[in-house]
């Protein structure tokens, strides 16, 4: 079984910056293809960035592109997001998820099978 577990979250004003971190255990981490992603109210889940297990290959949804920034460090078995320049409408839950599907990269979050509980991001205005 694999356990994750966010940080990080938090209130920003309008163009500030946060990290997020999600502290992985249980299992080998760099065996898992691993990504973010977020929940608004009243919204579905979304998709905001995505990284193969050696952090070489990444996804980023059109929203957060030039903005976000996924990474992993896989000798600390956590994965990371840095969110810069934020915005009202990036205020969500957060999530990271892992999925042991064996391919390199996976976009959405259907195929994710290991979640944290979520972390709250707001950005007041």
């Known amino acids: 079984q694999v356990q994750l577990v966010e940080s990080g979250g938090g209130l920003v004003q309008a163009g500030g910056s946060l990290r997020l971190s999600c502290a992985v255990s249980g299992r080998t981490f760099s065996n898992y293809p691993m990504g973010w992603f977020r929940q608004a109210p009243g919204k579905e889940r979304e998709t905001v960035a995505t990284?193969?297990?050696?952090?070489?290959?990444?996804y980023y949804a059109d929203s957060v592109k030039g903005r976000f920034t996924i990474s992993r460090d896989n000798a600390k078995s956590t994965l990371y997001l840095q969110m810069n320049s934020l915005k009202p409408e990036d205020t969500a839950v957060y999530y990271c998820a892992a999925t042991g599907l064996l391919g390199p990269l996976y976009a959405s979050p259907n195929v994710y099978n290991y979640w944290g509980q979520g972390t709250q991001v707001t950005v007041s205005s």
């Open positions: 990284i193969s297990r050696n952090g070489g290959s990444t």
